[in-house]
C-alpha cells in the first residue's frame, strides 16, 4: 500500500499537488501515477528549468521536514540536465520560482538559472565556475540523495530527462554509478530519457519540447511496472 507519492525533478514532472486534479484529469506522469498507485497523498517538488541541486535539496528537506512513512512512501525524480544551476533564495524572493508549491511551508524557494540567466548571482556563479565544475557538483549531489533515500530505507526510482551516460560532459565515476544503480533506474519503451522517447515516438506536445498528455501517461505505466517488478 502506497501512502504518499513524493515526486520531483524539471519541467518533465511539474504538476499540481491537487489529489483530485490527479483522480479527474492527470495530465502528468506523478499524476497518472498517482492514480495507478492507488495512492492517498501526492506531493510534488520539481520545477520548471529546474537543475539536480533543488531536486536534491528539497527531497531531503522535505523528508527531513514532514512525516514520510519509508514502508508506505514511493519516491520517483526526474535527473535533469546536469549543466544546469539553482541557487536557494527566501520564498518570498521576487524572481523565485513561481511554479514550487511548496515554498511557503519549507521556507525557501530556488533561483533557476534557466528561468533567469540574466540575474546576477548566476552572472558571479558562472563567472567563478566552469560548466564542468558545476556537472560534477550535480553528480555528487545525486549520489548523495540516493545514498540518503537508502539510509532512510525509502523506496526510490529515477528516470532521466537526457541519457546523462552518454554525454562526454558527464564525468566517468557517475556514469560508473548509474550502471550501478538499473534496478532504480525507469526507461521508456527501450529509450534511456524521456527526451528520448518523446521525440522517436512523436508524442510531444504542442511546444515540440515536453511529452504529450499520452506520453506522459506512458511514462508512467513503465515507472508503475517497475515498481510493481520490484514488490514481487
Not at 519541467?11 to 492517498?40: H, R
Not at 506531493?43 to 533543488?54: D, I, Y
Not at 558545476?134 to 549531489?141: E, H, P, Q, Y
Not at 512523436?202 to 519540447?209: E, I, K, N, Q, V
Request: overall charge negative.
Amino acid at each position: 500500500m502506497v501512502n504518499l507519492l513524493l515526486t520531483a525533478g524539471c519541467s518533465y514532472s511539474t504538476c499540481d499537488d491537487s489529489v483530485e486534479e490527479a483522480i479527474n484529469n492527470p495530465t502528468i506522469w506523478p499524476q497518472f501515477l498517482f492514480g495507478m498507485l492507488n495512492a492517498k497523498y501526492m506531493a510534488n517538488l520539481a520545477m520548471p528549468g529546474a537543475g539536480s541541486q533543488s531536486t536534491v535539496y528539497n527531497l531531503i528537506n522535505f523528508c527531513e521536514t514532514q512525516y514520510v512513512d519509508p514502508e508506505k512512501t514511493v519516491v520517483v525524480f526526474n535527473i535533469s540536465q546536469l549543466h544546469r544551476w539553482d541557487s536557494m533564495c527566501n520564498w518570498s524572493h521576487p524572481n523565485a520560482c513561481d511554479h514550487f508549491s511548496w515554498d511557503n511551508l519549507l521556507q525557501h524557494s530556488w533561483l533557476v538559472e534557466k528561468m533567469n540567466q540574466t540575474h546576477s548571482i548566476f552572472t558571479e556563479i558562472n563567472r567563478h565556475m566552469e560548466s564542468k565544475q558545476k556537472i560534477k557538483s550535480n553528480c555528487l549531489a545525486l549520489i548523495g540523495l540516493m545514498s540518503y533515500l537508502e539510509q532512510k530505507k525509502l523506496r526510490y526510482y529515477f528516470i532521466m530527462l537526457d541519457d546523462n551516460r552518454v554525454d562526454n560532459n558527464t564525468p566517468e565515476f557517475f556514469r560508473n554509478f548509474i550502471e550501478k544503480k538499473l534496478t532504480r533506474l525507469v526507461t521508456v519503451q527501450g529509450f534511456n530519457s524521456m527526451l528520448e522517447f518523446s521525440r522517436s515516438t512523436g508524442m510531444l506536445s504542442a511546444d515540440l519540447r515536453h511529452p504529450s498528455t499520452d506520453g506522459h501517461r506512458v511514462i508512467a505505466e513503465h515507472i508503475f511496472q517497475k515498481i510493481l517488478l520490484e514488490a514481487r
